[in-house]
């Protein structure tokens, strides 16, 4: 007789009652969906995970041409803030940023929520000037930020140089409940839930055309076959340009790589998140020691999802100014994503010129801390018609010249 460990048998126990196989599911060619979210990201899972919570519809398909949250997702520097300037941004980003707090308790999956803190320093008077409206801002839209002078930033962070030799730090804007998460936590965490719910995580599966009839979509074809829906979430980042395109419409979207890197272990000596968007970089350390360092994006568009060499020595070079010690740390990897950009660097979530088919994209460098408002939202937009959270992101807006600029906000920052 086969004998099992008790491992063994607690482990499939688990995948049976929870479902998690479902996670690598193949398409079935004769089923329909009432709705398929292209993009195993943070945003698409979401987007799910609330049609199912919120709405109740769990015949859903989430199809990925690679693995679960293997795009910008499990590739970014995970800052989570709300301290953006207008309404509608500060509206969305706060929401996900409360989301974000009991995230853990909602998906029963740890996803490493630490609301360390994160600080924008003010390196120039306009910076001074900017973020002090920034925090005013903030304080009508009931979101919790406050301008702190030079002394408090020592307080709060030992190892800065507060007299660097081109910009000395005048004070910053302090976010105390912003903070970090794992990403690929969020992801996985997502996804079994929405496994759990009976939908589909198709996995290895690319979208390579888009079927519309009569002007409204009926599904997709994809390098596993044909699947049919009733409704399609676009979700897929730096890719959106490509999909929208195979759709039959395009965006006002560039897409750039963005690059980021982390150093070599070493023993806590910073516990809030630095931003230091005057000279292009910012800086946390991670639960397992490592400096954790990003940049800006590279001055060209592009789909190249790796790092390059001019990018550390220009993000290094200018920390370094703020924070002497790092000059002695060694570089342990490096890498890239593709971030789709906007004009006015604010997201889209909108329904599109095609019945049906609905476009979540355009956040750019900075859309991780978005991540489950942004789904909260979504799914209400596709499940109803209209949500308060996404109206002001529509695609209209670059054709009415109702724009949100973020560009002090999201410009650099993440
Ligand atoms: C280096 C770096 C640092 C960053 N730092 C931060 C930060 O600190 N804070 C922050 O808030 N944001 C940050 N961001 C931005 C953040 O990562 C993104 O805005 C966010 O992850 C976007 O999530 P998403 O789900 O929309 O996209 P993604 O996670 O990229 O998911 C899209 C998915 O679609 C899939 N896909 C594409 N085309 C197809 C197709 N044809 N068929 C099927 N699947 C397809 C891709 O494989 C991918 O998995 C950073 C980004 C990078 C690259």
Known sequence: MR?????????????????????????????????????????????????????????VAIIEKGWLGGGNTGRNTTIIRSNYLQDPSAAIYEKARGLYESMSQDLNFNVMFSPRGVMMLAQTQH????????????????????????????????????????????????????????????????????SDMGMDVIQQCEVTGVRNEGGKVVGVTTTKGQIDCDKLGIVV??????????????????????????????????????????????????????????????????????????????????????????????????????????GDRSPILSKTPVENIFINCGWGTGGFKAIPGSGFGFAELMATGYSPLTEAFNLDRFKEGRFIDESVAAGVAH
Not at 4 to 20: D, K, L
Not at 135 to 163: M, W, Y
């Open 127 to 194: 910076e001074v000037r900017g973020y002090e409206r920034t925090a005013h801002a903030n304080a009508l839209q009931g979101v919790t930020t406050e301008f702190i002078s030079p002394t408090r930033v020592k307080e709060l962070v030992p190892i800065i140089n507060l007299d660097g030799p081109r910009y000395p730090v005048l004070g910053a804007l302090w976010q105390a409940r912003a903070g970090t998460a794992r990403h690929d936590a969020v992801a996985w965490g997502y996804a079994r839930a929405c």
């Open 3 to 59: 004998r099992y460990s008790a491992f063994a048998i607690a482990r499939e126990a688990a995948r049976y009652h929870s479902g998690w196989e479902r996670a690598w599911a193949s398409p079935d060619p004769k089923k329909k969906y009432d709705v398929i979210i292209i993009g195993a990201g943070g945003h698409g899972l979401a987007t799910a995970y609330y049609l199912g919570k919120n709405h109740g519809i769990t015949n």
């Open 237 to 342: 980042a730096g890719h959106c340009g490509d999909l929208a395109g195979q759709a039959g419409f395009r965006l006002p979207v560039e897409s750039v790589p963005l690059q980021a890197l982390v150093s070599e272990p070493i023993k806590p000596c910073m516990d809030v998140v630095v931003m230091a968007n005057t000279v292009h970089g910012y800086m946390s350390q991670s639960d397992k020691g490592e400096m954790v360092i990003g940049g800006g994006t590279d001055g060209h568009n592009g789909f190249t999802q790796r790092g390059s060499f001019h990018h550390i020595e220009e993000t290094v070079r200018a920390l370094v100014e703020t924070f002497p010690m790092i000059a002695r740390l060694k570089m342990l990897r490096q890498w890239g994503g593709i971030v789709d950009v906007t």
